[in-house]
């Protein structure tokens, strides 16, 4: 009889451990998942990843307390079980409303952290939608570990063996967590129905419970199966808030392609503003976009000799197609990290047959010898900033593979002026590398290009090339303004981008909201 006890009790103690592995599980999921399906809003800043992360913590220590007031009142072991699935049903039914209700509550906290205007509106309205969205599941789940701790512990003498053990459990769930989302789910499944995955876990966690103390069985699961249906059948996948005419998620991206307001097809790896490529249309030789300023800078490197030209930040290749367009004489190189992206420009945009690299544009240049005339930077996106490809170290990197008179370009998509904050640190970092270097800002939208070289390209502008684009080119040199002075200088050990970063995404979206009022 004690050893037919020991094994029943043997059981029971497996089922709290894999109760501790999925709680863990769908914790660090639920918190790599917000963090995803905010990026494209508001991008995935360590700003991003730090309220995510504390606002799991604060919800995992509000939950391990009263759980841990709850369990010393309950007494039996069936009681405690049914508060198990309870907690559990509650958190389900939260995760599975994510799909539902996620672009209604990131709109409306938006626009109410734009009317309060307190500050930081991608802070505000970030920590807003993680409050409504994630905080209710994440407090019930936090209840379960002390409700688990409970009902494992039957002798003070195994009370270290059984906590090591929960504790080991729960962060193998959490490891899991962390792991299988970025790298298999969300992928292939995309980020919103991730969120069903991981209540279709906790479904079945619940039924077990149900069913192994004999209570609410079927009721549970005709709740479990119908949500679950009901949250998949409403929801939509689309993370936009307009028809794209593609969507996919990526390891690295959010993607989107749809039509801008003149017709032409965009990417985008963010909903709200800016393209990272277009499509250019066949009879023309510029696109209406900041591209073209890029082309006029080509225009002051020499054509008599072929000249090579890399491309950091390739996208589907909008740069290249421009340049191909209006110069022969040379040949690209792109860089792209998202081989997602790459694959795209075959199905929507300009095709080509330069030489595309999957990798990151840092790594790249650590691992090559090949020497380049143009270094054009296009990583800059309107949300999030690759800090490593922001620094004096990088600058220099790129430096050390030009060649004699050769030119590093860079686009900046939130500049919004030439004297914000953000522009003076790229321009004056890049000014500890290159002593000549100018700034430039576009007139059809918030882009601001810095260009630089050792070369005096006052010079270059005199022997540039007598084509169509002389005048143009000119003109945007005239309309450049030399960068002189140098005060927040990027490294890779300190650097504030995303915090400059913010400044500006703030003014743009107080701008829009100020027009919309008007």
């Not at 914790?27 to 995510?52: K, V």
């Not at 039996?76 to 209604?104: A, D, G, M, Y």
């Not at 990290?337 to 990151?360: A, G, H, P, Q, T």
Request: include cysteine.
């Amino acid at each position: 009889m004690g050893g037919y006890m020991n094994v029943n009790k043997n059981k029971q103690v497996i089922i709290y451990y894999f109760t501790a592995l999925i709680s863990g599980f769908c914790i660090m999921g639920i918190e790599t998942s917000a963090t995803r399906i905010l990026s494209p809003y508001f991008g995935s800043t360590t700003l991003i990843w730090l309220i995510e992360i504390s606002l799991i913590m604060i919800c995992i220590g509000i939950g391990n307390y009263f759980g841990g007031k709850r369990a010393d009142k309950l007494v039996k072991t069936r009681t405690c079980e049914e508060r198990i699935v309870k907690n559990l049903l509650i958190s389900f039914l939260f995760i599975c409303t994510v799909p539902l209700t996620s672009k209604i509550v990131i709109m409306g906290s938006i626009i109410l952290a734009s009317e309060v205007q307190l500050g930081n509106i991608i802070m505000i309205s970030s920590i807003i939608c993680s409050i409504v969205l994630f905080s209710v599941p994440l407090i019930f789940m936090g209840t379960i570990s002390p409700l688990l701790a409970k009902i494992s512990i039957t002798s003070l003498d195994e009370t270290g063996n059984v906590m090591g053990n929960l504790y080991l459990f729960n962060i193998f769930g959490s490891v899991l967590g962390t792991m299988i989302p970025i790298i298999l789910v969300i992928p292939k499944i995309g980020v919103k129905r991730s969120f069903l995955l991981f209540g279709a876990v906790l479904a079945i966690i619940l039924i077990l419970y149900s069913k192994k103390i004999k209570r609410n069985f079927l009721l549970n699961s005709i709740i479990c199966v119908l949500w679950l249906c009901m949250s998949l059948y409403l929801s939509t996948t689309s993370l936009a808030f307009d028809k794209p005419v593609h969507e996919e998620e990526s390891e690295y991206n959010y993607i989107n392609v749809s039509q801008n307001d003149d017709g032409k097809l965009a990417l985008k790896t963010n909903v709200f503003f800016g393209a990272q490529s277009i499509k250019v249309d066949k009879n023309k030789k510029k696109s209406g976009y900041y591209y073209d300023e890029f082309v006029k800078i080509n225009n002051l490197l020499d054509d008599k000799v072929k000249h090579k030209i890399l491309i950091i930040g390739y996208g589907t290749g909008t740069m290249s197609t421009l340049l191909h367009k209006n110069f022969d004489n040379f040949e690209v190189t792109g860089i792209e990290i998202d081989r997602n992206i790459v694959n795209l420009r075959e199905l929507y945009f300009n095709k080509s047959d330069d030489k595309i690299i999957i990798s990151d544009g840092r790594n790249y240049l650590n691992s090559t010898d090949e020497m380049y005339d143009l270094i054009i930077l296009d990583v800059y996106q309107n949300i999030s900033m690759p800090i490593n490809l922001t620094t004096r170290e990088f600058f220099e990197d790129c430096k050390a593979h030009l060649n004699r008179n050769g030119i590093i370009a860079l686009n900046i998509g939130l500049g919004n002026s030439l004297n914000s904050n953000l522009v003076l640190a790229l321009s004056g970092t890049l000014k500890c590398v290159c002593p000549n270097v100018y700034k430039y800002k576009t007139k059809s939208d918030n882009n601001v290009i810095v260009y630089g070289s050792e070369k005096n390209l006052e010079l270059s502008l005199k022997e540039q090339n007598n084509n169509h684009l002389k005048d143009e080119t000119k003109k945007l040199f005239k309309d450049s303004q030399k960068v002189e002075d140098v005060n927040n200088i990027l490294s890779d050990d300190i650097n504030n981008i995303e915090k400059l970063q913010d400044e500006e995404f703030n003014k743009i979206v107080k701008n829009q909201m100020k027009i919309r009022k008007d």
